[in-house]
């Protein structure tokens, strides 16, 4: 059985003071947002009046850095803040573009958070923490990957989860005694 969750969030939204960006790149820039988020998902955390347990943690995704970049520089390109793209495109659809599928997995989930005019790693993820629905997607356990892109201004963290069948199911595929049959 096949599962689809679409995960949407608040916005969280802050004017830019003029002040220096303080925002690594690179390799950097990836492990201080596992480090950051990771730490929290090991502890547990209370997202606005509910408690979310301790999760595993998440790894690095590419193709979602990837979703997560071209939706970010789409927003400030085109002047907006939203999870929906101008051109109708939702999470889903920008994910899935940038190559994170679900075909061949049992389970299969996205979620996305996006933020504008924080200036440094620390200042947009203790807000997206400090923020309920941003907080139960980054302690959201069927959430396994992320990818997190920062463009001018816009901030955008793309989430992904997706399940293999097991070795047995795998088989049963394979020789045509079980099929998939996708569901939305």
């Known amino acids: 059985m096949r599962f689809l969750i679409l995960t949407l ?9 003029g002040a220096k960006q303080d925002i ?3 390799n950097k820039f990836k492990k201080e947002f596992l480090e ?3 730490k929290v998902r090991q502890k547990g ?5 509910q408690y979310m347990k301790p999760a595993p943690p998440l790894v690095w ?4 850095e990837d979703a997560a970049m071209g939706h970010a520089k789409d927003m ?33 989930q996205v979620g996305e958070n996006i933020a504008q005019g924080q200036l440094s790693i620390e200042e947009v993820t203790d807000g997206w923490f400090k923020s309920e629905g941003h907080c139960y997607n980054l302690m959201q356990p069927g959430f396994k990957e992320i990818g997190v892109a920062w463009y001018n201004t816009y901030w ?3 989430f992904g989860g ?23």
């Open 162 to 184: 997706r399940e293999e069948f097991s070795d047995e199911v795998k088989k049963l595929i394979k020789s045509g005694k079980a099929r998939i049959i996708e569901r939305e």
């Open 76 to 108: 400030y390109k085109k002047s907006y803040f939203s999870h929906d793209s101008k051109d109708g495109r939702k999470i889903v659809d920008r994910i899935e573009a940038a190559g994170y599928g679900r075909k061949g997995f049992r389970t299969y």
């Open 36 to 38: 950051r988020i990771n």
């Open 24 to 26: 690594p790149s690179g």
């Open 156 to 158: 955008v963290q793309d």
């Open 45 to 49: 955390c209370n997202c606005g009046r």
């Open 61 to 64: 995704n590419e193709q979602l």
């Open 9 to 17: 969030s608040v916005f969280l939204f802050s004017v830019s003071t």
